[in-house]
């Protein structure tokens, strides 16, 4: 597995973190349960509010436990810096509005999450701001021809929930950047133990903390992670981090923090402005799925892949949509970006389309009906009938999730049993 930064391997980092305790000090990353911090001067209080010295001035704006799991997210991306938020939504909402502003648009994938589609199309609208949604069978020719001067950045999923495409980041990072823009990429499913899309030339990093990271369903959380990589000074085209800001003493977030400019302005102005803040506790909890993160994506990734071979193999079963199957028209790319495994995700069709599909995950006893992914514990949706309901087949048909869609994570119980499950459940179709 590759290396950090720091020279130790990911897996190391997974567990160890940044946190270097002092002498007798706690081993475990304290939570600092509270919103105050107290000073020996107001000298320093002023300086910390001119963010002339490091130190925390109220919880809205940081807090040591929240920066602590900030500071490990950052290594295993191997970023500069990251900012936990309240939720993913949160997360790729302030990733995109850090650097638009009403009149000016941005590009984006259509293979992304559902919620993030509704907010850039519908919500974000609403702001003034536009998205231009591309398809990534589009020729560069005609994703270069919906730039202007006003479009700010480029938008993808490394591993796109639910339709599992693989983003091409190198392709999608060298479009963004002969554009003179940053590639800002989702990279929840794959986690950093999957996919670390710094590598491969994005700039700016997001996840909802509540898939994998947390990995056990218990806190809904986001996070954003600077690369520090994209000179936000080129061409004047970024003035909201290269000129002074008004709202903040007028600070010059690219002279004053250098490669950290992106990550310090989303925390000093948008941190501050909305408070869509992630609790200690919150991040507490999400380190310690971090610890395990890297074991845990490895056997989801062995039990997705097994269970995908399974599937391809049965009567009942139309067809199988899994990255790492060779038969997957993603295999090529997911060689490339996803050599390690392809996380738990599948999506596979049962013969006999909605009422099959229903009565297979009716007769699940393992995998759960739940309107979640992305956890220890296997589970099942059917679209169709629930996330997607309101459509018809044919409307179904046209988003590419067919009425027979099954949508399985694959948790890390042991594979016989998953396996035993799934065969008994299509058994009584
Ligand atoms: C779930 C999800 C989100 C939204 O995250 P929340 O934590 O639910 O707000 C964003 N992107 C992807 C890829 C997701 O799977």
Known sequence: MSKTESGKKLETVCVQGTYE?????????PIYQSTTYKYDSSEHLGD??????????YTRISNPTVEYVENHIAALEGGVGAMLVSSGQAASFLSVFNITAAGQNFISLTSIYGGTV???????????????????GMTDEEIDALFDENTRLVFGETLS?????????????????????????????????????????ADI???????????????????????????????????????????????????????????????????????????PITAFMLNEGLESLALRMERHS??????????????????????????????????????RGCSGVIAFGVKGGRKAAMKFMDACRLAAIVV?????????????????RQLTDKQLEESGIGADLVRMSVGIEHIDDIIADVEQALSKI
């Not at 305790?21 to 990353?29: D, G, L, T």
């Not at 600077?226 to 903040?248: I, M």
Request: proline letters at 7%; charged letters at 20%.
């Open 48 to 57: 910390l509010f001119d963010l002339k010295a490091p130190g925390h001035m």
């Open 161 to 201: 929930n639910p339709g599992l495409a693989v983003l091409d980041i190198e392709r999608f990072a060298a479009i963004a950047h002969r554009h003179g823009v940053p590639l800002i990429v989702d990279n929840t499913f794959p986690t950093p133990v999957l996919c670390r899309p710094f590598e491969f030339g």
């Open 21 to 29: 305790p002092k002498n007798s000090e706690p081993r475990v990353i």
């Open 372 to 388: 979640h992914v992305a956890d220890a514990r296997t589970c099942v949706l059917h679209p169709a009938s629930t996330t997607h």
């Open 302 to 339: 062995e039990n997705a892949l097994k269970l995908a071979e399974f599937l391809e193999k049965q009567e009942k079963v139309g067809w199988v949509n899994y990255p790492g199957l060779p038969s997957s028209d993603q295999y090529t790319l997911a060689q490339k970006y996803l050599p």
């Open 118 to 136: 509704n907010l850039f199309s519908v919500t974000m609208k609403r702001m003034g701001i536009e998205c231009r949604f591309v398809l990534s």
């Open 205 to 279: 990093v997001t996840h909802s903390t509540t898939k994998y990271m947390d990995g056990h369903a218990s806190v809904v959380g986001g996070v954003i992670v600077d690369s520090g990589n994209f000179d936000w000074t080129r061409g004047g085209k970024y003035p909201e981090l290269s000129t002074p800001d008004e709202s903040y003493h007028g600070v010059v977030y690219t002279e004053s923090f250098g490669k950290s400019a992106y990550i310090t302005k989303a925390r000093t102005q948008l941190l501050r402005d909305f408070g869509c803040i992630q609790q």
